[in-house]
């Protein structure tokens, strides 16, 4: 009896297996580490419950309805934590056997998660850090990045005062790391594209000038005599990632000037009022699902979901190294409502990807900007190109 | 004797309008329909054509324009000689492109906003169906024994080959990234769907029981443009099956593909931002919508040669012709 199942059973597991369409359940999990910090300066940057989370939902839906044709299934598990419980909700995932992780967290966090997840043999997905050297000298082979780097979003910036040309710059510089780290994009990028940073200032971080109880009455006065007597200046170019000052900047300067960087014209992945090469679509999508509209950090988490559902629904793969290696071939591209196919850099893991300018209400332009040009594409224009890496993960 | 020499000249001026062929453009932005006469490509009228008017077609029996007023949700219908809007038809959540089957009956609506093909009665007004399909169905094409309708879906990316007898899906294709729109050859033995984002033309050979094979993919290249610009959008088949014409957006040419090698022959420079095509009735000419230089581009067929320009509403997105 025994003996006369089994080849039946075989039979029937390799009919399921080797099927086109063999049932797939996939399953991911979005990581969300909170950290103590300061409110924002302004109301609108309040971060919602489910931030990052909201673009997971309606990464599972729009995976899910390709799925129904295919016989595939996707669930997304949230979870929040903080620094010091991260290793455990991610022992928790992985024990459970979910390999597709997805990670919102500052750097330090990110990097060992990532190795935490690696001894797993597990996919990590960077969906919240910026920083540069996650993708450069501390870059891991298991962990791709839809969020843009800071090198991408100064490229994206500079791009475009370049093309306009303002080509000398008043950087304004928070003094927090962070803020450190990205003025030296920006820096980095001037000497890119051929701007003079003609003044570089740092605006201390006193603890002080919110806007509750009257902070702006403060900054009006402080910010004027902080940038007066500059050197002469087309553009103001705010490095507050830690965001205390850069908002303040675009009417309180003493010379008149645009603002561009963490304040003004910012460069992001992604913002509500999108709606060129069928954006409109995405919004009222991600509106309908959760009810709020979107921010950066869940269209990077969706960004991440729909490179996933590309691998299950093209390469018949839910395995961390199936979808690594086909995110990484020449057979992935993905369509990201940014008018071109958005596709990864096989040397460091990150999703080239176009940025938009924002200033808060409209998509101003978008970079990489025209006549900025590139032997493969004008995509890697933006950020740490492949002859400048220093990242060995991949090879 | 004079004025009704006068008379009669003028009431030969206004006739002659319904004489000539016509091509109705549906003007996105600017929320009309322009009305081009197709012999002297003078423009002939301008009229409010809803809210977003997009997809645009007409009844079999040339006296109805549909046009899909795609924030109005709904289908408006017009009368293709004197203008005069007539009852709306049901579409749907934001409606793109449809197609209308040969009897005139049932037209199959894309609901870009939800997933949904509605199919709906032109007679009575009514829906028939809503066939659920992949994430944001966009292109619309039907067999010419009227069978199949192919539904493409830009997120999913894949063409639904829903059966026009019990309104389910017998087939689903994948197709490159951002599937704009089907298009088979008059015989029904092959279908072409256009990937805007994955620049390629996927052609499938369909057999006789409606079944598609995926037998090539056509890709495009021009000294000069960003590979990235060229997107391929709205597509048109010569009837006799050999020349394929494909518009390729932000590009600004329309690519000249022999429809039986699949070779690209050649590109035709046309407007800005070359979104959807059609031909005239006699095959002479193919128009094709140029959103951003807000006019329409004349291709002599024949020839393969662009001819001619006509400056229409704002922002054109589709177009019609008829007799």
């Known amino acids: 009896m025994q003996f006369r199942v089994s080849p039946l059973l075989a039979a029937l597991f390799l009919m399921l297996t080797t099927g086109y369409a063999a049932a797939i359940d996939v399953r991911a999990a979005v990581i969300r580490v909170d950290y103590q910090s300061v409110l924002p300066i302004s109301r609108y940057d309040l971060r919602p419950d489910d931030l990052g989370f909201a673009g997971a939902v309606l990464g599972d839906e729009d995976n899910g309805t390709t799925g129904s044709f295919l016989g595939h299934t996707y669930e997304t598990r949230h979870v929040t934590t903080t620094p010091e419980e991260a290793d455990a909700a991610l022992d928790a995932i992985l024990s459970d056997g979910v390999s597709l992780i997805i990670i919102l967290a500052d750097r330090d966090d990110l990097l060992r998660l990532t190795d935490k997840a690696q001894e797993s043999s597990a996919l990590v997905f960077n969906a919240g850090t910026a920083d540069v050297d996650v993708r450069d000298t501390e870059c891991r082979g298991n962990l791709l990045h839809t969020v843009p780097s800071h090198a991408m979003t100064a490229d994206a910036v500079a791009q475009f005062a370049v093309w306009k040309k303002w080509t000398d710059w008043f950087l304004v510089a928070g003094s927090n790391p962070q803020d450190e780290a990205l003025a030296d994009a920006y820096r980095r990028a001037a000497v890119k594209f051929g701007a003079d940073i003609t003044v570089d200032r740092t605006f201390e971080d006193t603890g002080g000038s919110r806007r509750t109880d009257s902070g702006h009455v403060l900054v009006q006065r402080q910010l004027p005599v902080f940038t007066q007597d500059a050197d002469d200046h087309d553009v103001v170019i705010a490095a507050d990632d830690t965001d205390y000052f850069g908002r303040y900047l675009t009417y309180h300067l003493w010379t008149p000037r645009p603002v561009m960087g963490s304040a003004g014209l910012r460069p992001i992945s992604m913002h509500g009022a999108h709606e060129a090469w069928g954006a409109t679509q995405f919004q009222t999508r991600f509106e309908e699902a959760t009810g709020r509209r979107v921010r950066p950090e869940d269209y990077n988490v969706w960004l991440a979901l729909r490179v996933i559902g590309e691998a299950v629904t093209r390469a018949n793969t839910a395995e961390a190294q199936g979808v690594r290696d086909y995110a990484l071939s020449d057979a992935f591209e993905l369509a990201a409502f940014k008018g071109q196919k958005v596709t990864f850099r096989k040397w460091n893991g990150q999703l080239r990807q176009p940025i938009l300018l924002y200033d808060g209400a409209i998509t101003v332009s978008v970079s990489p900007q025209e006549g900025f040009l590139h032997q493969n594409s004008p995509l890697d224009t933006l950020g740490l190109d492949e002859p400048e890496t220093n990242c060995t993960a991949f090879n | 004797m004079k004025s ?21 453009i549906s003007n996105e932005r600017g929320n009309t329909i322009t009305v081009v006469n197709t012999e002297t490509w003078e423009v002939e009228n301008e009229f409010f054509a809803g809210n977003r008017p997009r997809g645009i077609t007409v009844s079999p029996d040339g006296s109805k324009i549909y046009v899909c007023a795609s924030d109005d949700n709904l289908v408006r219908v017009f009368d293709a000689n004197t203008y ?67 539904n493409t879906s830009e997120t999913t990316n894949m063409a639904h080959f829903i059966s026009t007898e019990d309104y389910k899906i017998y087939h689903n294709v994948l197709v490159d990234q951002r599937p704009r729109y089907a298009q088979y050859t008059a015989d029904g033995s092959r279908l072409f769907v256009t990937s805007e984002i994955g620049g390629t033309v996927s052609v499938m050979d369909i057999a006789e029981d409606g079944a598609p094979t995926v037998v090539g993919k056509i890709s495009f290249e021009v000294p000069g443009v960003q590979p990235e610009w060229l997107q391929p959008v709205g597509a048109k088949v010569t009837s006799d099956g050999k020349r394929l014409f494909v518009a390729l957006g932000p590009a600004n040419r329309v690519a000249v593909v022999d429809a039986q090698s ?14 959807q095509l059609d031909f005239t009735p006699d095959e002479k000419y193919l128009l094709t919508t140029n959103g951003n230089s807000n006019d329409i581009t004349v291709i002599d067929v024949a020839k393969e040669e662009a001819v001619r320009s006509v400056q229409v509403g704002e922002q054109p997105w589709g177009v019609v012709t008829i007799d």
């Open chain 2, 4 to 24: 009704l020499f006068i008379a009669a000249s003028i009431t030969a001026l206004l006739a002659s309008p319904a004489l000539a062929g016509k091509a109705f």
């Open chain 2, 84 to 150: 005069e809007e007539l009852p709306s038809l049901p579409s749907g959540p934001d409606p793109e492109l449809f197609i209308i089957e040969p009897s005139g009956k049932r037209l199959y609506i894309a609901n870009e906003d939800d997933n949904l093909v509605t199919v709906t009665d032109t007679e009575t007004r009514t829906v028939l169906a809503e066939v659920p399909v992949g994430v944001e169905p966009e292109g619309m094409g039907m067999s010419p024994d009227a069978k199949w309708v192919v």
């Open chain 2, 262 to 275: 699949l070779d690209v022959l050649d590109y035709i420079l046309v407007g800005q931002r070359v979104w």
